[in-house]
T-cell receptor, first 114, second 116 residues
Framework: DTEVTQTPKHLVMGMTNKKSLKCEQH?????MYWYKQKAKKPPELMFV???????INESVPSRFSPECPNSSLLNLHLHALQPEDSALYLC?????????????FGPGTRLTVL | DQQVKQNSPSLSVQEGRISILNCDYT??????FLWYKKYPAEGPTFLIS?????DKNEDGRFTVFLNKSAKHLSLHIVPSQPGDSAVYFC???????????????FGPGTSLSVIP
């Protein structure tokens, strides 16, 4: 089983809203990731959690706040987003860390900020 | 500065023929390479990977070749099928050092169209 699930599939929010994206994996992976992908561009890394601790923050604005409640779950809390934050948000997981390890991606959440 | 390059934004191939997708990288520290396939509005799906200690890895219709001296890898799909039509991302990773962090770098992608 190499499944990473993400909810919701689609999300439309206003600039004053607070919402959360959720990601779950049951593969026993110890590293989890958030990526942002714009149309016709490669995924851009946002955050990496390793053993439930934030290990990488790619200078992401504070309106994006990650949370790892346990080894299977990863959340991304959104607040006061801008229209340019509209994108596909992808969650991924891997056995250990990015190096020499395969990341498995979820289907993504299509976010539209009005 | 793109560390992972896919110089062909798009590629069209007849069904049943071979598709060859190319990828070049600039940093000799990369030691693990992956190919992902992506349909619109979906997450990337892992296809195949190769470690720098190998020069070839095969999985069914998919074969990845690595030429370390040229810093080049390619993905061969034989025979190509219409369902292979998607965007293909090349990705590379390395264990940089004990004090810095590891990261996967994605190329810009190549859009493959397999014509029936």
């Amino acid at each position: 089983d190499t499944e990473v699930t993400q909810t919701p599939k689609h999300l439309v929010m206003g600039m004053t809203n607070k919402k959360s994206l959720k990601c779950e994996q049951h593969m026993g992976h110890r590293a989890m990731y958030w990526y942002k992908q714009k149309a016709k561009k490669p995924p851009e890394l946002m955050f990496v959690y390793s053993y439930e601790k934030l290990s990488i923050n790619e200078s992401v604005p504070s309106r994006f706040s990650p949370e790892c409640p346990n080894s299977s779950l990863l959340n991304l809390h959104l607040h006061a987003l801008q229209p340019e934050d509209s994108a596909l948000y992808l969650c991924a997981s891997s056995q250990e860390g990015p190096a020499q390890d395969t990341q498995y991606f979820g289907p993504g959440t299509r976010l539209t900020v009005l | 500065d793109q560390q992972v390059k896919q110089n062909s934004p798009s590629l069209s191939v007849q069904e049943g023929r071979i598709s060859i997708l190319n990828c070049d990288y600039t940093n000799s520290m990369f030691d693990y390479f992956l190919w992902y396939k992506k349909y619109p509005a979906e997450g990337p799906t892992f296809l195949i990977s190769i470690s720098s200690i190998k020069d070839k890895n095969e999985d069914g219709r998919f074969t990845v070749f690595l030429n370390k001296s040229a810093k080049h890898l390619s993905l061969h799909i034989v025979p190509s099928q219409p369902g292979d039509s998607a965007v293909y991302f090349c990705a590379a990773s390395a264990h940089w050092s004990q004090t810095s962090y590891d990261k996967v770098i994605f190329g810009p992608g190549t859009s493959l169209s397999v014509i029936p």
